[in-house]
């Protein structure tokens, strides 16, 4: 059933108001970390997710740039960049009301403050289609690890999918 809908618009309230409130927390308890720790606790992140063989393998790194006190990606980005990688950021199209996709060459020449200031790609910067970006599809790979298959292909992202679910199916089948 859908939020608001007619028939339990009440049944759903304790729950929205739940997670309004666990956000809020959540929130709050980040915007205290110190922003040094932040700082150097966004490197530690990026450092691992370089040394992953899947980042390593990657053409394409698709991100969304800090807002407020969110880990900052840029790091990352800029591994990717050193590395000859593509960085693809979203945009706010407003009047399709859609994220479009941009390419990002340079981190302080082409973002800007953009919809509502969350940093995005300049409008100079070249929006791409998917097809265009090589790496498509990831999904979890259901290891201990945390790590992600990437597909270049939905054949191979179906079949990245089908191992993820026997992982899963697996692991779970105990409870």
Do not use: C
Request: glycine content about 6%.
């Amino acid at each position: 059933m859908r939020e608001g809908s007619a028939a339990a618009p009440h049944a759903a309230a304790p729950l929205l108001a739940a997670k309004k409130a666990l956000r809020a927390r959540i929130l709050a308890a980040r915007d205290a970390l110190d922003a040094t720790q932040r700082t150097e606790d966004a490197r530690a992140i990026a450092s691992r997710i370089a040394a992953l063989p899947s980042f390593d393998g990657a053409v394409t790194v698709l991100a969304t740039l800090p807002f407020g006190s969110e880990w900052d990606v840029r790091p990352l980005a800029q591994a990717a960049l050193d590395r000859g990688k593509s960085i693809v950021l979203p945009r706010v199209d407003k009047a399709a009301r859609m994220l479009v996709l941009h390419r990002v060459t340079d981190l302080d020449a082409d973002v800007v403050a953009g919809f509502r200031g969350v940093p995005e790609p300049a409008p100079h910067t070249a929006a791409v289609r998917p097809d265009e970006r090589g790496e498509l599809y990831f999904v979890a790979t259901g290891l201990p690890d945390g790590s992600h298959e990437f597909s270049r292909t939905l054949a191979e992202h179906d079949a990245a999918v089908r191992r993820y679910l026997v992982r899963y199916r697996q692991r779970n089948s105990g409870r």
